[in-house]
């Protein structure tokens, strides 16, 4: 049974610029840094880079909580990631988005006023 997100890893091409981009992103530097792994505490969640990758990303988009997707996605945009999938209403008060980062990873973010990290099991 799956109990929540606990671990996303992004593969990159270049880890020292992938590690700015995710500081500025999760607004703190990494807990881990070393050079064959990066990993952020990013709400007791784990977000690493992996310096092993060369082309556009392989479709797979891991979804990141946020309180107000217009913000966020503005907010990445700004700091060099492309647009993707547009904000979609998907139902029920939740809406996603996904945009890729200069790295070519699929980045997910949902607002969803239903989960709370202390519910969620």
Sequence with gaps: MLQGLRTVIYHV?????????????????????????VGFNVGGYELGLLPDYDGDGDGVATYWGTNDIVAEHTRLISLGARANDAITDVGDGIKTATVIDPFGNVVGIIENPHFSVDTAG
Excluded at 13 to 20: N, V
Excluded at 23 to 36: A, I, L, R, W
């Design 13 to 37: 091409s270049d880890l020292s610029a992938a590690t700015t981009f995710y500081t500025d992103v999760v607004g703190h530097g990494p807990y881990f840094n070393e050079s064959f792994y």
